[in-house]
């Protein structure tokens, strides 16, 4: 086992918890491979979706709920893009797709957030409570102030997306199941905080999400806006790494 995974595994050095986050709403769609039903009908919650806020070593107080963003974000300006819209591809859920230069804007507010986003992180398992993981289980690991955490790759494909607030920084935990990109952000952008969902749509085989703010699209693994009023505008990427 290397260093870095046996730090974030047993909490060497810093503190551990694994996050377990329960979302206000959970639509448990599979990532890119879910019906129309998975991605549209809530379930129970799941073990993933379960937990309790602790840490290894020094208690950690639980963080504030972030409230589900109101209202409807802004429409998308498709005038605005550094990428062919053709290129740019829903998952429609019932076997088929449409690009987003052929799709309705009814086509665009039915698949936002399909796939459900955490927009409430509400509650963290101490990592003597993650008995639902194996040790071989990935996680994204991420390093605050306060100390480690770990985001289970089991969560993570079901929601892609977590918003959450760590040691007064906004960071936004974002996975793509389909190509399996991992990547952390600081949601900070010329001194906005921005929330992010879920587009339902592909750009280059991966995750497309979009902001709340101006309605832009993000090329997930490159934290780049690629259409709309931010198109051209970076993320800046946060140190994590994706371990066992």
Known sequence: MDLVSDRYRTGRGARLAIVAISAAVVGVAVACGSSSDAAQ???AASPEDAGAAATV????PALTPQPTPTPEPPTVDLAIHSVPLDEVIFDTFDGGAVRLSEASQATIRRLRDAIRPVYEPVQYQAVEGG???????????YESDSGSFAYPIKFLNSHELVNDTIDGVPVLVSYCPLCG??????RRLDG???VFGNTSALYENDLVMFDHSSGSYWFQVGGE???????GSKLRPLSSATIP
């Open 131 to 141: 008995d639902w993981l194996s040790d071989r289980d990935l996680v994204i690991g």
């Open 57 to 60: 070593g020094v208690p950690r």
């Open 225 to 231: 806006a690629i259409v709309g009023a931010l198109t």
């Open 41 to 43: 009908q809530p379930s």
């Open 181 to 186: 990109s991992g990547v952390v952000y600081d």
């Open 192 to 194: 906005v905080t921005h």
